[in-house]
């Protein structure tokens, strides 16, 4: 398993804010984890990146104990994509995506020929070359996160870690920055995402997390959510799941009632 999370339990002071969470990704999957506000989902993303230190449980990424990790090793195994809401400093766009390469170079060593090359490759394979020399401070959102994801992708970490991907973002970046994640994924990389879009994670996860109450409420299948029950309790309202035949392909919609 490329990522792995051992009946991990976390505390702020005594507050118990996660108390037994176990899940494992391997390439290929997407992970999505739903929970209200203030359900511990950062703080999961937090302990995940070894920003944060278990109170109980293990974290492994690629079989090894993340504890034994040096944070150079930690970094080149997971890229983190913070919301597009955060602050990003004025640098130019390659450069930003040629920071991913840090984590490959040695203190005072600076990017060579190799690491410009895949910080460029990152920006074509998105389709993004365009924005090479633009400030990401002056980008939309949708256009910061896809250099982000550049970013990631340049780091060559094989975990990619997503909070909140789409918020704040139009409906088209929403569906770009989905659509992006989906081609990652079926490239290979193991992908966990938060989300407040129930939609997302029926539609784009291969399995889903529901945190709730510092607990697991739901882990397993899109599919499994389906029949309403879990997410109903999870945000307290009747809802309509419904997989719809667009013409096109199926479509999983959850309306309110
Ligand atoms: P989510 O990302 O799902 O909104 P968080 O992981 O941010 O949830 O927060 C989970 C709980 O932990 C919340 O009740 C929050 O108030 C609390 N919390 C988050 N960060 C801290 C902190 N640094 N110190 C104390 N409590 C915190």
């Known amino acids: 398993m490329l990522l792995e999370s051992r009946s991990v339990s976390f505390s702020y002071g005594r507050r118990k804010v996660l108390d037994g969470v176990s899940f494992a990704i ?44 040096s944070e150079r090793e930690k970094a080149k195994a997971i890229a983190y994509i913070p919301q597009s809401t955060e602050m990003v400093y004025p640098y130019p766009v390659i450069d930003t995506v040629l920071m991913g390469r840090a984590p490959s170079l040695s203190i005072f060593e600076r990017p060579g020929k190799g690491d410009e090359e895949k910080a460029e490759n990152a920006l074509s394979m998105l389709g993004i070359e365009h924005l090479r020399n633009r400030s990401v401070n002056e980008l939309s959102g949708g256009e910061r996160q896809l250099v982000m994801i550049a970013r990631a992708m340049a780091q060559e970490a094989r975990i990619i870690l997503l909070d909140e991907p ?23 990389y ?23 109450e510092s607990r697991i409420a739901y882990s397993g299948s899109p599919e499994g959510l389906m029949d309403g029950s879990v997410l109903e309790s999870l945000y307290s309202r009747r809802l309509c799941i419904k997989s719809i035949d667009t013409g096109e392909n199926e479509r999983i919609i959850c309306i309110p009632r």
């Open 26 to 69: 391997e390439g290929g999957d997407m992970m999505a984890i739903l929970g209200r506000n203030g359900s511990g989902k950062t703080t999961l993303m937090r302990l995940l990146l070894g920003f944060l230190q278990p109170d109980d449980g293990d974290i492994l990424i690629d079989g090894r104990d993340e504890r034994g990790m």
């Open 166 to 188: 789409t918020a704040s973002l139009d409906y088209s970046n929403q569906l770009l920055v989905m659509e992006t994640m989906e081609r990652l994924r079926t490239s290979g």
């Open 190 to 212: 193991a992908m966990l995402f938060s989300t407040h879009n129930p939609e997302q994670a029926l539609m784009n996860a291969t399995s889903v997390l529901v945190l709730s």
